[in-house]
Structure formats: structure tokens, C-alpha cells
């Protein structure tokens, strides 16, 4: 599975949208971004996926570019309960078992 | 609720003992997965089990067994074996596929 590469870490206003970027330029045709989140000493939380389209559920927004080489999560009213380290993951359509976990990115919402 | 439970929160081991580490769902998801995590770090995989009575190492799996006799519970034993055993042990399950994975809130080893 090919890596990502994300900020070590961001502030956002609370009340604003925050926009955690990933660079994958190495992902390949299969090849599904997720998103997961890590409220410290919690287990992470899955958050949105997509492959190519955009995607948004009651979480976030999944904004990924045309040539697949990075994307966005939208947290459209950043909380301060937001506060988490969020995870941007590869997982390809063939290997069930392998999500590989980078450092993430360390998102401190503020009042 | 349907989740993932693991326990206990905390466990403390002495050196030189093996250590067994619960988790159990009631998702009815097939396939299920130990994690090791360590401070300032990403998850790792320990091993992992598609369905009942089979399971495979993962990527650090030395120093660790588990066993898969019921869908709903996969516990991870710690053995002597694992020369650095202190860290965060994240269980989770899902329905395999595509789908996401839902995880249990963690077991915190630490070595008296």
C-alpha cells in the first residue's frame, strides 16, 4: 500500500471549518483514502472513505483531487471536541487486513 | 449498544509472566485485529483474524498469540517472549471488505 504524508499538526477557531490536507502521490487505481480520528487514550474512529468522488456524511467532507494524488477532510464547524490526531490511510481493494497508520496530523481546535 | 469491548483499561505485569488481553464484540462483524500502539506512533498490526478458528501474524506479531474460538472474542496473550510488551493494545472487528473498522477503547500494558 503507498504512504501518506500529512502535517505533524493545525489549529482551527472553534466554530470555523478546518481543512486537514493528505498527499498520496504514490496511490494506485484501487486504492481507497480513509479517514479515521484518535481522541487521546480512545481507539481511533472511522470517519469518511472515497475512492475518487467526493464524499460527505454527518462527520465530514472527503474532497479528492481529479488526478488522486491528495485530498481534504472538511470538518465544516470544527468543535472542541474535534480536538483529536486525524489519520489519513490508503487501503486497497484486494488486502482486507492492511491499513498502514502514519503519524497523523494533531488538529487542536480552539475556543 | 453494539461496540467493542475491551479489558481491563489498565494491567500492570511482571516480568518473565504472560498477560491475556480481552475483546469482545457484539457486531456480529467476521473479521477482527490487534494493534500495538506506541507513544507519538501510528498503529501497528499485530495479527489479524478473518473468521472463526483462523487468524495471521501480522506485522510485529513475535512475542504475541491469540486465538479465535467464537466470532465474538479474539483475545491477544502477551508472552514473556515480548521483550518490550509496555504499550497501548487497540482491538477492533469489521464486516472484511471495504468496510471500516470500529475500535475497542484500548488496554494500557505496562511493565512493573
Known amino acids: 500500500d503507498a504512504k501518506t504524508t500529512q502535517p505533524p499538526s493545525m489549529d482551527c477557531a472553534e466554530g470555523r471549518a478546518a481543512n486537514l490536507p493528505c498527499n498520496h502521490s504514490?496511490?494506485?487505481?484501487?486504492?481507497?483514502v480513509y479517514w479515521y480520528r484518535q481522541i487521546h487514550s480512545q481507539g481511533p474512529q472511522y470517519i469518511i472513505h472515497?475512492?475518487?468522488?467526493?464524499e460527505t456524511n454527518e462527520m465530514a467532507s472527503l474532497i479528492i483531487t481529479e488526478d488522486r494524488k491528495s485530498s481534504t477532510l472538511i470538518l465544516p464547524h470544527a468543535t472542541l471536541r474535534d480536538t483529536a490526531v486525524y489519520y489519513c490511510?490508503?487501503?486497497?481493494?484486494?488486502?482486507?487486513?492492511?491499513?498502514?497508520w502514519g503519524l497523523g496530523t494533531s488538529l487542536a481546535v480552539n475556543p | 449498544d453494539g461496540g467493542i469491548t475491551q479489558s481491563p483499561k489498565y494491567l500492570f505485569r511482571k516480568e518473565g509472566q504472560n498477560v491475556t488481553l480481552s475483546c469482545e464484540q457484539n457486531?456480529?462483524?467476521?473479521?477482527m485485529y490487534w494493534y500495538r500502539q506506541d507513544p507519538g506512533q501510528g498503529l501497528r498490526l499485530i495479527y489479524y483474524?478473518?473468521?472463526?478458528?483462523?487468524?495471521q501474524k501480522g506485522d510485529i506479531a513475535e512475542g504475541y498469540s491469540v486465538s479465535r474460538e467464537k466470532k465474538e472474542s479474539f483475545p491477544l496473550t502477551v508472552t514473556s517472549a515480548q521483550k518490550n510488551p509496555t504499550a497501548f493494545y487497540l482491538c477492533?472487528?469489521?464486516?472484511?471488505?471495504?468496510?471500516?473498522?470500529?475500535f475497542g477503547d484500548g488496554t494500557r500494558l505496562s511493565i512493573l
Open positions: 504514490t496511490i494506485s487505481g484501487n486504492e481507497y
Open positions: 472515497g475512492l475518487k468522488n467526493n
Open positions: 490511510i490508503l487501503r486497497s481493494a484486494g488486502n482486507n487486513r492492511k491499513l498502514i
Open positions: 483474524s478473518q473468521i472463526v478458528n483462523d487468524f
Open positions: 457486531l456480529n462483524h467476521d473479521a
Open positions: 477492533a472487528s469489521s464486516m472484511g471488505g471495504l468496510r471500516p473498522q470500529h
